[in-house]
């Protein structure tokens, strides 16, 4: 049995969600469409400063680090998640998208349905000029 640690472990894990399935993630292109006729909810992923400074409009605030503690703020965004009826588009300031793919993942087993990762996710969105809270 093989186990990886440290840096290599990263390696792995990098590897593995980079090679997620297509429908794990959405395009810019599409999720603008959807964000436009506001019919999706939006979850971010980064830590709680970089949220607070700026933001998809509506997007609800989940970190990783929270959904594996149990976090009792978590547990209400996912349940206000499996009630919204919507697609779920999560997104990540990381390469690759490994944060929000992670997320993803997480809520799919919280028995979130429809659940995607933003390729490019914040940087791409924030970098083509796209609306953000707090305004610029």
């Given amino acids: 049995r093989v186990r ?24 810019q292109a599409e999720f603008k469409q959807l964000f436009t006729a506001k019919a999706v909810a939006v979850v971010d992923t980064r830590a709680e400063p970089e949220y607070s400074r700026a933001h998809v ?11 594996s503690a149990g976090v009792p703020a978590a547990a209400k965004t996912i349940a206000a998640l499996k009630k919204a009826k919507r697609p779920v ?9 490994i ?3 992670r997320v993803a993942d997480a809520l799919r087993a919280a028995g979130v349905n429809d659940v995607r990762a933003l390729t490019g ?16």
């Avoid at 409009?57 to 959904?67: F, H, K, R, V």
């Avoid at 588009?89 to 998208?97: D, F, I, L, R, T």
């Fill in 89 to 97: 588009v999560v997104y990540c300031a990381c390469p690759a998208e």
């Fill in 4 to 27: 990886a640690t440290g840096h290599f472990a990263g390696v792995v894990l990098a590897a593995a969600l980079q090679q997620a399935p297509a429908d794990a993630r959405i395009s």
């Fill in 121 to 136: 996710g914040w940087v791409e969105w924030f970098n083509a000029g796209n609306p953000v809270e707090p305004s610029r």
């Fill in 57 to 67: 409009p509506g997007a609800m605030s989940l970190g990783d680090a929270d959904i």
């Fill in 99 to 101: 944060t929000s793919l």
